[in-house]
């Protein structure tokens, strides 16, 4: 049931196999928190931990530029959770209607009418926001922050300048708001066929707290992925 076939422009989808350590800081937290029980992941993928947080109550909000109507679809009604997934194929970039000037591929047009929750609890976005420019990043953090309930959460992993995918990263040294391109050859073994921005540890944190998040942890792992918990 849990079989996705990914397209890997965007790199491996990891949710679709092994739980890690952060997804299991997400599942506990999601376990202890009271109130409304409302979750969204952007750039999904499969998933997983999202799915874990449908079936422990959550309305799960997903969204992603891959076609994976049909896979929710499937595993919603298999694990009789259809009214809790509810997933949106769109570039995250049109969430808040904030897209200015992208030039998008081929079959990458703003697919549809977005609906995001504004009572957001749980945010979640895993390996997925250094696929768009920076200033696109930055109104899509902006946006959850103005969606999420007072001390929400989003958890957070974004890929850094130094990850294992980075050697032939040329544009390293340009400012963030211009750092947008390529991987080079590191990006065939890791599915990174597109350009990307990526971030040192201090910059992650100037993009949260910018829009007002409180930085709770953050930790930079071996593979190079900075994780942050931050909290509205
Ligand atoms: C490396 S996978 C990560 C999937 C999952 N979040 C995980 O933790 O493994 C990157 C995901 O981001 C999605 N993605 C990349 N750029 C996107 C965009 N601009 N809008 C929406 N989804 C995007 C891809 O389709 C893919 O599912």
Not at 182 to 196: K, L, M, R, T, W
Request: hydrophobic share 40%.
């Amino acid at each position: 049931m849990f079989k996705h076939i990914h397209a890997t422009n965007y790199g491996i989808d990891i949710s679709r196999g092994r739980l890690d350590s952060f997804d299991k800081e997400i599942i506990k937290y999601a376990f202890e928190h009271k109130g409304r029980r409302v979750a969204v992941n952007i750039g999904c993928g499969a998933g997983k931990v999202s799915i874990i947080l449908a079936l422990i109550g959550f309305d799960v909000w997903l969204y992603d530029i891959d076609d994976l109507r049909e896979y929710y679809a499937r595993v919603g009604e298999v694990l009789g959770i259809e009214n809790k997934l509810h997933f949106t194929r769109c570039d995250i970039r049109d969430m808040f209607q904030v897209s200015q000037n992208i030039t998008r591929g081929a079959g990458q047009e703003n697919v549809c009418a977005i609906s995001v929750p504004n009572d957001i609890a749980i945010a979640i976005s895993q390996r997925v926001l250094h696929h768009v420019p920076y200033p696109d990043a930055e109104c899509v953090i902006n946006g959850l922050y103005k969606n999420m309930i007072a001390n929400g959460k989003l958890f957070l992993s974004v890929s850094g300048v130094e990850c294992k995918f980075a050697g032939g990263y040329t544009c390293a040294r340009e400012p963030i708001e211009r750092r947008f391109c390529d991987v080079g050859d590191d990006g065939e073994i890791y599915s990174v066929y597109n350009a990307v921005c990526l971030y040192t540890q201090s910059e992650v944190v100037h993009l949260l707290q910018n829009a007002g998040f409180i930085v709770q942890d953050i930790e930079t792992t071996r593979f190079g992925n900075h994780r942050v918990i931050v909290s509205k």
